[in-house]
């Protein structure tokens, strides 16, 4: 049901953090859990003062958990086996702590100021072990952690594959200095990103290839191949992308140089603002 409902490129850019850099979620949560703290803290040793700083800090909290949970059952639903399950016990403690501190929210209006105390300091304690279960998510599961992050790839131009091997309009998956790389060939040039998916793993070699983007099998994260920019979600990290050139009957890769990787970038950002320039003026 998450899945069906996070299909749509917007939802699903939007809510996987897609134009962040990174996932949305992690960010959302101190939100929400900034503003319970400060709550509590204020009630410890605000006193009675502070009584309406710590109301309004609450419903700021409360406010700040729905989106918070709309990108975290996003981020769930590409999760799976162990990873779900515990997914799911986070979602839950994190909903019944959002009930506490709505109910001292209503409690509030009946003037019962031990009872609004009482319902905050429960959904700090539940959203707490919730917060621990997220932590373990990301840093022991790895959860949405960029799977390429520890890649490099040569420096130098180094063979991967013979040329003869990769017709036109066909791609391979290819060793280059321990970094799986996918290649594909057009007319023009040879195109190099690493074939690991940032956003979970995906193999894109197993992926379709598509208007110069690659598609992973497992989420549907699209990439473009002329530099690794995404055009799709969930994934929120570019894919890396290498420099290739045909050397000796032979297809070399190596990690762009310093600055190089802008130039891609910027180039690849002219010709698709032209595309769409030319498809804006036709119709």
């Known amino acids: 049901m998450v899945q069906r409902a996070v299909q749509p490129k917007f939802v699903r850019d939007l809510l996987s953090g897609t134009n962040l850099g990174h996932p949305l979620h992690p960010s959302l949560t101190d939100a929400a859990i900034g503003a319970w703290l400060s709550a509590g803290l204020l009630d410890v040793a605000g006193g009675s ?16 958990a729905v989106p918070t949970a709309l990108s975290g059952f996003n981020d769930w639903a590409d999760t799976i086996g162990p990873e779900r399950r515990v997914g799911l016990v986070h979602a839950g403690l994190n909903t019944v702590a ?15 100021r031990r009872k609004v105390k009482a319902l905050r300091f429960a959904g700090f304690a539940v959203m707490g072990a919730g917060a621990y279960l997220g932590g373990h998510l990301s840093f022991v599961k790895g959860v949405n952690v960029n799977r390429t992050a520890w890649q490099e ?4 131009w180094t063979p991967v594959l013979a040329a003869s091997e990769l017709g036109e309009g066909e791609h391979r998956t290819a060793d280059a200095d ?6 594909y060939r057009t007319a023009a040039k040879v195109h190099a990103v690493a074939s690991t998916c940032t956003h979970m793993g995906g193999p894109l070699g197993e992926g379709t290839i598509e208007n110069g983007c690659v598609t ?9 191949l002329e530099d690794g920019g995404i ?18 009957g032979r297809i070399e ?7 190089a990787q802008t130039d891609v970038a910027k180039e690849g950002a002219r010709r698709r603002g032209r595309r769409l320039l030319v498809r804006t003026s036709a119709s």
């Open 178 to 183: 321990g970094v799986r790389v996918l290649l």
């Open 98 to 112: 959002l009930a506490l501190y709505a109910g001292s929210l209503v409690a509030r209006a009946g003037g019962n």
């Open 49 to 64: 003062d502070a009584e309406p700083a710590a109301d309004l800090l609450t419903a700021a909290g409360v406010a700040a």
């Open 231 to 248: 055009e799709r979600g969930p994934a929120s990290t570019p894919q890396p992308s290498y420099e290739a050139r045909i050397q000796n």
């Open 216 to 224: 992973c099998p497992w989420h549907g994260s699209t990439f473009r």
């Open 253 to 259: 890769v190596r990690v762009p140089p310093p600055g």
């Open 153 to 156: 790839g040569p420096e130098e």
